[in-house]
């Protein structure tokens, strides 16, 4: 009798899904050494987009923060037509000429086998294997491949389903919350995607790869949750608030916190990975850096990143709508405002970065615009 350690036990942890694909990689390592890049994008039908999810390739990947639809990427289109994988052998006499396909050769791989992956039946992504060589994948590389692949699958499948899980749970409460508040689908839109603007400009500087930016952006919506707790009265009160009421109205960014962490042990879901980043926008962002904000008056650097870019993404879109209690300010003044009180108020990395990225602002205003679809 004797003990064995077990290559794949990363797989039975907690712990990111990209440690557990670089775990995956050094034990495919040993049997096929020739496996340079293990990646995976996830398919979003709702946007018909598939979004890089995590790889192996080290921190550096060209293919970070890549993001397509499915329907202009008609290599990876055939392949779930066909509902079966894909081998190049030769990705330099590959003809697909699609952004993604060209930064895979442009990093010097030569060969690629592309699986689509499924749950239950439903197709939720692609596993991709690429090697610098050309022409490793033949019959018995691809066999042993295979059984990976389906390991992979299936530790993407339980936290994709985990994620899935939490994101409707969060869509159903925010839908909730907006029943009677004056704030609408397009503020959420909006405020949203200007987050992920912001993370994603920052991505270098603060070091977040593709989930971190998703996470903030899905987790963004609920950042007003604690607002279902505000009586009618204040919340949608036609004019300024009093001292007492806004004093009431402050109250919303713990009783955020609070449903959150409720609904996550409801849902079994307080150990997943990031779920802070949620936790945290609820609750901080209303804090300032100088340390004036609500409801803990953190500081600067104390402010967790996430709450920092939603605070500015939130004002600016709360700026640039109408309110019960106010007109709509132009993009202009809002700027304006926002570098104003940039460095007292907001971190001004991220009012930088959102002003920076202007015309992409106003493209994400044109789409999401107040009472339209
Ligand atoms: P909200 O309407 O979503 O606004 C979010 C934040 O945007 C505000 O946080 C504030 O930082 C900024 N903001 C919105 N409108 C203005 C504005 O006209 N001028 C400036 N300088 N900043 C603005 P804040 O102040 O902590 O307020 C939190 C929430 O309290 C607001 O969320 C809104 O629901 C409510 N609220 C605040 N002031 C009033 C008010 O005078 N009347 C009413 N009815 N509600 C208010
Ligand atoms: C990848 O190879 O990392 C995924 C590329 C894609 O998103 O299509
Ligand atoms: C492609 O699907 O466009 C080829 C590149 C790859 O397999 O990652
Ligand atoms: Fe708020
Ligand atoms: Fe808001």
Redesign the pocket.
């Known amino acids: 009798m004797f003990d064995h350690d077990d290559a794949l036990r990363a797989l039975d942890q907690k712990i990111p899904l990209s440690d557990k694909l670089l775990a995956v990689h050094r034990v495919l390592r040993r049997k096929l050494d020739f496996i340079d890049r293990i990646?995976?994008?996830v398919y979003d039908p709702r946007s018909d987009t598939?979004?890089?999810y995590a790889?192996s390739s080290g921190s550096d990947?060209p293919?970070s923060r890549?993001?397509?639809r499915l329907g202009d990427?008609p290599s990876?289109r055939d392949i779930l037509a066909k509902g079966r994988p894909r081998v190049v052998n030769d990705l330099a006499s590959f003809g697909g000429g699609h952004e993604?396909t060209r930064r895979?050769r442009a990093q010097g791989y030569g060969s690629s086998y592309t699986l689509p992956i499924y749950l239950n039946g439903n197709f939720f992504g692609?596993l991709?294997f690429?090697a610098y060589r050309k022409g490793v994948f033949d019959d018995a590389a691809l066999s042993e491949l295979d059984v990976f692949g389906h390991l992979i699958s299936l530790a993407v499948a339980s936290e994709v389903s985990e994620i899935r899980t939490l994101l409707a749970s969060v869509r159903t409460a925010s839908d909730m919350v907006h029943q009677r508040d004056f704030e609408t689908g397009s503020h959420l839109d909006r405020m949203s995607n200007y987050a992920k603007l912001i993370a994603k400009e920052l991505a270098a500087s603060e070091g977040f790869g593709d989930e971190i930016i998703e996470h903030i952006f899905l987790f963004s919506v609920l950042h007003d949750v604690g607002k279902i707790g505000i009586p009618d009265g204040i919340l949608l009160k036609n004019g300024k608030l009093s001292e007492a009421e806004f004093a009431v109205m402050k109250t919303h960014a713990l009783k955020g916190r609070e449903i959150i962490d409720a609904m996550l042990r409801h849902f079994g879901l307080e150990d997943l990975q990031h779920i802070d980043v949620l936790r945290n926008i609820a609750h901080h962002h209303h804090e300032a850096m100088d340390g004036s904000g609500y409801p803990d008056g953190l500081r600067g650097g104390d402010i967790p990143i996430e709450a920092r870019i939603v605070a500015v993404a939130d004002v600016f879109d709360a700026l640039t709508s109408r309110r019960p209690y106010k007109a709509p300010w132009s993009n202009d003044e809002a700027f304006a405002k926002l570098l104003e009180i940039a460095g007292s108020k907001f971190d001004r990395n991220c009012v930088e970065a959102l002003v920076r990225s202007r015309a992409e602002v106003e493209r994400i205003q044109e789409r999401f615009q107040d009472g339209r679809l």
Request: aromatic share 16%; proline share 0%; no cysteine.
């Open positions: 990646a995976v994008a598939l979004k890089t790889h990947d293919l890549y993001e397509a990427a990876l993604h895979i692609y991709f690429n």
